[in-house]
């Protein structure tokens, strides 16, 4: 394989690769925390979602929450990886005041989920294939708050102890576009699952960013080999909740690293924080600086073993996934890759237009979704799940089309109505009269009148067809709209003798 | 009634159902006996109202024709346990304070059985110790003296609260927790029974972690049947514990009538350790004969990995408790320096003044064997031999029903003999840790007395989950043995 010439980076001293891991901690989708009962809502008041054992009172033990293992489980099929029938919980040890164990309970050595891979389609059209190294469940930490107060800091541990998914990529990405994709593609996987409502304001997903460069062809090396000296030193850049920021910081951090070592520098192998403001990273802390974290079983707890009949039950409940769904709407519906991407990318706007689309015509089912809807939606700032016209509603307009009783214009006014008022479109069609008129008896009776009316008119058609249109205008105005045009263009032509 | 306080847990339970003592009796005895032995130092604080309270109520019960298992005896409980809105010190400055606003599993048990608690016991610092030395609230005296010595000697560790209060009848009978052999060591040591259960069979909620893997409550108690009185109403399944088991508590007294006759008893050569005192071995083949007579089989055994017990331990145990001391901070509750410009100092300060000597000892060990280099090194083979130790023990209960040893290297020693070796004092352990290593249940009887007329226990060891058969050999040892010394009451 040869080298793609859109994934090298100038540098002064000649052409260089950039290199990208994602470390995705999602927060599993559960009402109670991974070893509490203690609800993991988001947003009550500061630390009323605390109990006896996250806040590490003398004698609490952890108790693993059945369901946040399913939800892990769930994520791993999904991500098309191999579930670890045997895994195990080790404590991750370190002081801090939002960790009030002094230790995290994480599956460092033995994780529910092991290698999977997914495929992620980018911009250009072009899909890749991204390896998941693990994915295994771990404990947040609380919060510390440091700006409530000039001398003293707060810790808020409503967040210590909810479960989170950490889902491990392997080195597989190489711009920061295709990073941007595979975050994206992860979030829709999760979303779709149910697993993790990918909520980034609130922090349900966040990813520590990988990245590191090499020259030209390193990455090929590192491919045959396995052997990572050919790739270059990397640093991570932590706790990165946007889409968006992913890709900066890529972009940063890819710059920054060919500027050090173009120079005579080295890269550190440390971690890095991203400021928003500047779209910089800097050190947070150097490999010296790194905590031994003295990693061992946590003996609280016992080995996590899984029935393989309990793992076959979740694979057999799975939902459809974005991949296949987006294949389905390509063959059942003939949409082109392009809208079957837009149409599946998100779970809710898919069963959406699934519902409107099952039993009609699946290209004008997707026009009317992404077009009129998305754009309607758009314009007033709304969701899909709060779209004034359900899907069932947007079916009937669409099927009023499809046997004449309106035209397509017409169909547009009623989709207006519908998005204001979320009147069925037949009511609206009755009560308004918008019925299209296809007795060719009135429509030729217009037609007679406006021939009468516009004998000038009617000379000059025969030397310029092009004024043929404003014919049927006046028949359309004449008859309010309501007039088939098919049925209009063939009177037409008929009576003033044009083809 | 004047001697209340000498009836054993059963008879005192019997004497209350008959209604010939009340609870409030029997509890102000007590009290008073406590009040008396001050110089013992065995409680870090005495619950008298407490006590009063939950005695009138367990004999409103008791009128009724009402009340639990043990509805009405008076128990003292080791420190390690949190009690609810009680303070609980874990004999540890650290915790300072500190008054759960719950109660631990066990003890939450005893009280559904109708015990009444009389307060908490001394005990070593976060049960480490062997002496009852490391406890911030002092050492703990032995009511037992040497012939013809004042001397004060240690009524072991780390449960020497529990182990003295109940020699000394200042409770019918008395919680402890088992690490390394925290109770049946001061059960030797003072001439009571000491009961460490099968890991998993009592319940760890709410009990102070030391070594989670090791750690298990059993009861100390005057004789074979009042531990086993103690034991049913401990012990239990419960789901807020992962590591707790899920099966039935045995009635294990009435374990107790059964005959021994067949039972197969393992003598493992490896036990006879040097430098071990002569009267210790005598003793110790007294117990086989003893067992001999009562109709049992003997059996010489091999145990080679014994001697790697005590590293694997002094690995094991440190490792998990650097780990779970680590909440101690001075955060949320507990003690906190007053010396601290930022949160750094604010940990260091507040752990190193919190924690005593032998604490930060074993908390350092500790970090050093789970260190990046080191952990395999250390962690991951003691986890290795660990596993051998327990495959060695299945095997060997293959052979055998149940395995005597002596249940400690020497008899009580004198306070502030061992404090300047830490390696000696570990060393009393070396009969005990075995068990908690392959977490099995064991027990220590009284046997016998040295020849300055100091106790020795002989230990028993059974199969995971057991106690029943083990509890029957004791019952032998004990009847065999036909101990009923006592101390002087020196400090009333």
Redesign the interface.
Known sequence: MTQEPRKLLQGQTGDWEVVIGLEVHAQVSSKAKLFSGASAEYGAGPNENVS?VD??????????NKYCVEQAVKTGLGLNAKINLWSRFD?K?Y?Y?DL????QISQYKEPVVGEGEIEVELDDGETIKVGIERLHLEQDAGKSIHDLAPKE?Y?DLNRSGVALMEIVSRPDMRSSDEAAAYYSKLRTIVRYLGTCDGNMDEGSMRADVNVSVCRAGGFEKFRETGDFKHLGTRTETKNVNSIRYVKQVVEYEARRQIEVLEAGGKIDQETRLFNVATGETRTMRSKEEAH?Y???PD????PLVLDPAWVESIKAKLPELPDAKKHRFMEAYGLSSYDAAVLSVDKDKADYFDAVAKGRDGKLASNWVTTELFGALNKSGKEITESPISAAQLGSLIDLISDGTISGRIAKDVFAIMFETSEDPAKIVEERGLKQVTDTGAIEKAIDEIIAANPQQVEQVKEKPKTFGWFVGQVMKATGGKANPAAVNDILKKKLGVD | MSDITNLTLADLRDALKARKVSSLEATDAYLSNIEKAKSLNAFISVTADKAREMAKASDAKLAKGEGGAIEGVPLGIKDLFCTQEVLTTAASHILDGFKPTYESTVTSNLWRDGAVMLGKLNMDEFAMGSSNETSYYGPVVNPWRAKGENRQLTPGGSSGGSSASVAAHLCAAATATDTGGSIRQPASLTATVGVKPTYGRCSRWGIVAFASSLDQAGPIARDVRDSAIMLRSMAGYDPKDSTSVNRPVPDYEAALGGSVKGLKIGVPKEYRIDGMPAEIEKLWAQGVSWLKDAGCEIVDISLPLTKYALPVYYIVAPAEASSNLARYDGIRYGYRTKNYKDIVSLYENTRGEGFGAEVKRRILIGTYVLSAGYYDAYYIRAQKVRKKIFDEFLDAFKQVDLILTPSSPSAAFGLGEMTDDPVQMYLNDVFTVTANLAGLPGVSVPAGVDAKGLPLGLQLLARPFEEETMFKGAMAIEKAAGFNARPDEWWA
């Open positions: 006896l806040a590490a009172m003398p004698g609490m033990l952890p108790v693993i404590r040890n002081f005041p009030p164990q002094g230790y800091s810790v031994d003295r990693y061992f003996p609280d707890l016992l």
